[in-house]
């Protein structure tokens, strides 16, 4: 599988979730990984960016209280999200970028994401 989303749910405002994204070597290794969302109506947004060599950005939304982190033996990229709000909601997705090349250009498909629905 190139890029899988998984572990959204429905959760209360002030919760705690932490979404996994599986994607195929070729894709991960290396490579930036990145977590986006999109809520209804919104368009797709970026909230956190990690490298191969845990260089870590946030959006400033989300900063302090989203963890990002990635697994190298599995392939994997997390999103540890906690003190959840309702604007949080959204189908959650991740993706490659190559570095040094910006994060413009994305690698994979999308993919179905995640949904996460925050409730207040």
């Known amino acids: 599988v190139q890029l899988q989303a998984s572990g959204g749910g429905l959760v209360q405002v002030g919760g705690s979730l932490r979404i996994s994204c599986a994607a195929s070597g070729s894709l991960f290794n290396g490579n930036v990984m990145a977590w986006y969302r999109q809520a209804p109506g919104k368009t797709r947004e970026r909230v956190a960016v990690?490298?191969?060599?845990?260089?870590?950005w946030y959006a400033n939304s989300v900063k302090g209280r989203f963890a990002i982190s990635r697994e190298a033996d599995k392939n994997t990229v997390y999103l540890q999200m906690n003190s959840l709000k309702p604007e949080d909601s959204g189908v959650y997705y991740c993706n490659a970028h190559t570095p040094g090349e910006g994060w413009n250009s994305p690698l994979g498909r999308w993919g179905q994401g995640t949904l996460v629905t925050v409730s207040s």
């Open positions: 990690i490298d191969s060599d845990a260089w870590i």
